[in-house]
């Protein structure tokens, strides 16, 4: 026994040993680089990513410039991005910025609303595409511009004067456009059997007769320029229109309309 | 109960040397690889980030602004002015000085978008609104990172490209 505890083997490393131990390493080192590079790439892919979504953006604004312009514009088809004459325009199916190509797709809603969708897609490396892809929906502003929408009319202080009570004075129609509005019919509704006989705007008689209740009066018509209020001088009734409330639709010459209805008038 | 020191043989020296000058050779191009792709990564993070960052912040005030007040429409220029709807920031102006975005808003100080890590150059901002619209504005600037060795590794550069359109129509 205590012979062989006194038998000092040499050490050392045997070859297989030492493959075992570089090869282990190679393992390592292999794992190491690989997660480097691949997160080289993933920052570069996210730089990619980053810069096509610039360029999908691109064409969802100039898609909203072009509908700025006119509604009408926009035609339902799949477009490439362009310029001409110094402004944005469709050319082709698509088009190419770099690695990066874009398509804009304007397809219908409804009546007044397009759906603009923007796609750039690229090649990410050797296998695979990359793709972004931008939704908006955009509708016809035109139409928020009607002249109607322009007048305001403030009936707050509507109120029954003059001789036995039968003018309705204390109305005010302003224009907060930056264009003229036009005023040319007037129907007004309320209750009773009073007639209106007169209606004076502005100080100016743009319409007499008899008419009854909710009747279409054809006036003469009546601009306001812009930022004017002018007084509505006062519509004259048949009778006492103390308490009445009246409903007053004015017409403008777009054709549009705008609904007000007083305060019963004291 | 004999005992000896053994030693190594010249060829045992000679056969160690060998095997550790291998595995350091490739511990050192390890290294040295980690290293190159680390420079590399920081070259494309920041040229990437400061793009998209000037980029988002240049069409964002574009959209919430009034009016573009220069360029003219249908031209192109490398500064961009702005007339917001605050009398402090009017005119915000964005133009490139000593290789960096810069921003202005009012009579305020000018402060950089991007910072000595990168080199900005052919900034254009080019008018394209149609007519009786309230503006739109294409924004293109090429970003390169300033490397002080001109090692490929640190050699990155990329072109921005964005638009942006106010967003308040036209009254």
Redesign the interface.
């Known amino acids: 026994m205590q012979k062989e505890r006194l038998h000092i083997k040499p050490g050392g490393f045997s070859i297989i040993e030492l493959i075992v131990a570089a090869g282990l390493m190679l393992l390592l080192a292999t794992a190491f680089t690989g997660a480097v590079l691949y997160g080289e790439e993933g920052t570069q892919i996210a730089g990619q990513r980053m810069r096509a979504t610039l360029l999908a953006e691109e064409g969802i604004q100039a898609a909203r410039n072009v509908r700025d312009q006119s509604f009408s514009n926009l035609v339902d088809s799949t477009y490439g991005l362009a310029q001409s004459g110094g402004v944005w325009f469709a050319s082709g199916a698509s088009d190419t910025q770099d690695i990066f190509t874009r398509s804009i797709t304007v397809s219908p809603v409804d009546a007044v609303t397009k759906q603009v969708v923007s796609t750039v897609t690229w090649p990410e490396n050797a296998v695979r595409n990359g793709s972004v892809s931008l939704t908006t929906y955009l509708t016809n502003t035109q139409l928020l511009a009607t002249q109607a929408n322009s007048l305001v009319v403030n009936v707050a202080a509507a109120n029954a004067a003059g001789v036995g009570n039968v003018d309705m004075l204390g109305v005010t129609l302003k224009n907060v456009a930056s264009s003229t509005v036009t005023v040319t019919q007037i129907q007004a509704s309320w209750s009773g059997v009073a007639s209106i006989t007169q209606v004076l705007l502005n100080a100016v008689t743009v319409w007499s007769g008899t008419q009854s209740s909710g009747s279409i009066l054809n006036i003469t018509d009546t601009p306001i320029a812009t930022g004017i209020t002018i007084p509505v001088t006062r519509f004259r009734f048949t009778a006492d229109m103390t308490g009445k409330v009246i409903t007053i639709i004015f017409t403008m010459l777009d054709g549009s309309t705008k609904t007000v209805i007083t305060p019963a008038l004291p | 109960?004999k005992s000896y020191t053994?030693g190594f043989t010249l060829v045992e020296v000679i056969i160690y040397i060998a095997?550790a000058a291998v595995?350091l050779a490739?511990v050192m191009t390890?290294y040295g690889?980690?290293q190159s792709?680390?420079i590399?990564?920081q070259a494309?993070?920041e040229?990437?980030t400061q793009?998209?960052v000037a980029?988002t912040l240049m069409?964002q005030t574009v959209r919430n602004a009034k009016l573009i007040t220069a360029p003219a429409?249908?031209?192109s220029a490398s500064s961009l002015s702005l007339t917001t709807y605050l009398s402090s920031t009017t005119p915000t102006v964005f133009d490139l000085s000593s290789s960096a975005l810069r921003i202005k808003e009012g009579v305020g100080t000018v402060i950089a978008l991007t910072n000595s890590q990168v080199v900005v150059s052919n900034l254009s901002f080019?008018?394209?609104?149609?007519?009786?619209?309230?503006?739109?504005i294409?924004i293109q600037f090429t970003i390169d990172y300033a490397s002080t060795t001109k090692q490929s590794n640190t050699i990155y550069g990329?072109?921005?490209?964005?638009?942006?359109?106010i967003r308040r129509?036209?009254?």
Do not use: D
Not at chain 2, 158 to 165: D, I, L, Q
């Open positions: 109960m053994r095997v595995l490739l390890f690889a980690l792709a680390r590399k990564e494309i993070n040229v990437e793009g998209a980029m069409t429409t249908s031209t080019q008018n394209l609104s149609w007519t009786s619209t309230s503006g739109s294409k990329k072109t921005f490209y964005g638009s942006a359109t129509l036209q009254q």
